[in-house]
């Protein structure tokens, strides 16, 4: 009963490296999504996928990518990694809709040094 | 977009006295959701209410979906140690969703 899988679950990058974390659902959800948790600030869209190979911009996108090529997988990627992006991701998946509650991974916790 | 406040920011409590908290948004809402977050762990769902006045329950949580449609409370009853971490509300924005900065319990043996 996986739910939604994250990988890696801790990772340090030096500034300017690349990496792309990924997240696999098994619901069979239409919408998936990545959010950024920093401190005192809740959890915070980066981007979204409302279906298989369609991806939408959230609330902040900047230095960020995302691929949604299979209905189970969104990769988040970072193309040269800042100390500013220091945070917890956590990828979610929902039915999708209005109103459809989303179903969260355990996070990854990344350090950018 | 649409922002949520909620109340209070962090709570210290003694064991198995009852917790009250709530989220208040700028905008009228019809879906409000609550989730917890454990240390070291992503946000679970606890209750999601779809109407005006609606109260329910999921053990010795309750949550009410306020009638201005602009807030929606929680409240724990009896509280117990793993009642601890962190407790966000959330409510539609467009197509997704937009959560609170959270409420963090703590509870003191």
């Known amino acids: 009963n996986a739910g939604v899988t994250q990988t890696p679950k801790f990772q340090v990058l030096k500034t300017g490296q690349s990496m792309t974390l990924q997240c696999a659902q098994d619901m069979n959800h239409n919408s998936m999504y990545w959010y950024r948790q920093d401190p005192g600030m809740g959890l915070r869209l980066i981007y979204y996928?409302?279906?298989?190979?369609?991806?939408d911009k959230g609330e902040v996108p900047d230095g960020y990518n995302v691929s949604r090529l299979k209905k189970q997988n969104f990769l988040l990627g970072l193309e040269s990694a800042a100390p500013s992006q220091t945070s917890v991701y956590f990828c979610?998946?929902?039915?999708?809709?209005?109103?459809?509650?989303?179903?969260f991974g355990d996070g990854t916790r990344l350090s950018i040094l | 977009g649409q922002q949520l406040n909620q109340s209070p920011q962090s709570m210290f409590i003694q064991e198995g006295e009852d917790v009250s908290m709530n989220c208040t948004s700028s905008s009228i809402f019809n879906t409000w959701l609550w989730y917890k977050q454990d240390p070291g762990e992503g946000p679970v769902l606890l209750i999601a209410l779809y109407k005006a006045g609606e109260l329910t329950s999921n053990g010795r949580l309750t949550a009410q979906f306020g009638i201005t449609r602009k807030d929606s409370f929680l409240n724990i009853s009896a509280s117990i140690p793993s009642d601890v971490g962190i407790y966000f509300c959330a409510g539609p924005d467009g197509q997704n969703f937009v959560f609170g900065p959270g409420t963090r319990l703590s509870v003191l043996p």
């Open positions: 979610a998946s929902s039915n999708g809709g209005l109103g459809q509650p989303q179903h």
């Open positions: 996928s409302a279906s298989e190979g369609t991806t």
